[in-house]
């Protein structure tokens, strides 16, 4: 049933069972909508990104592959202790799969990669960590703060920064 129906229909009827359902789509996409805006990827290596997610409903797959769109070339890695989600975008196709907990997938990564030679400097890696987390379109802290609670925030174990675009490492570990 709900399948078949219309964008429209779903929004103008007044029918309880109807009314219920439009109420479950509220919250899907207000629950994807606050996991793009609160999930802050980590660099690993030079080649991935990962990061904590937990959602509520089915919506890992999408979260992960709307990362990847934005860094294409770059692996994304989603989850937590249970499960995660993996996408790569290479050669305009989206490629991902849904796999055990996170920490089991780094693991599983971080062993495969200790015998190459990492030649990347402290600084380059500030630089892919700090462009994850900063987006210079959010200058309205205060409306962001409205619309993101703060348990999601502690549950994420990340905090705001603040128009800084030009902070290089060396700056940032002095402020901590």
Same mark, same amino acid.
């Given at each position: #049933?709900a399948?078949? =129906?219309?964008? =429209? ?13 439009? *109420?479950?789509v ?5 629950? #994807?909508?606050?996991?793009? /805006? ?5 660099? %690993? ?15 890992? /797959?999408?979260?992960?592959?709307? %990362? /990847?769109r934005?860094?294409?070339?770059? #692996? ?12 790569? =975008? ?36 500030? *630089? ?11 200058r309205?802290?205060?409306? %962001? ?7 999601? =925030? ?23």
């Amino acid at each position: #049933m709900a399948k078949d =129906l219309k964008p =429209l229909e779903l929004e103008m009827s007044c029918d309880p069972e109807m009314m219920l359902l439009r *109420k479950m789509v509220y919250a899907v996409l207000s629950e #994807m909508h606050k996991m793009l /805006a609160f999930v802050r990827l980590k660099p %690993f290596g030079s080649y991935a990104l990962y990061g904590y997610l937990k959602p509520r409903h089915r919506i890992g /797959a999408y979260v992960c592959d709307h %990362f /990847a769109r934005r860094n294409p070339g770059t #692996m994304i890695m989603l989850g937590n202790s249970r499960e995660s989600w993996i996408s790569l =975008l290479s050669g305009g196709k989206i490629r991902h799969d849904h796999c055990d907990g996170l920490p089991h997938i780094l693991d599983r990564l971080k062993s495969g990669t200790e015998d190459r030679d990492e030649s990347e400097k402290a600084e380059e890696i500030w *630089k892919v960590y700090y462009d994850s987390q900063y987006s210079s379109e959010r200058r309205n802290m205060a409306l %962001f703060q409205s619309r993101m609670p703060k348990r999601y =925030l502690k549950c994420a174990g990340v905090g705001l920064e603040r128009n800084q675009c030009d902070t290089s490492l060396f700056d940032f570990v002095l402020n901590e």
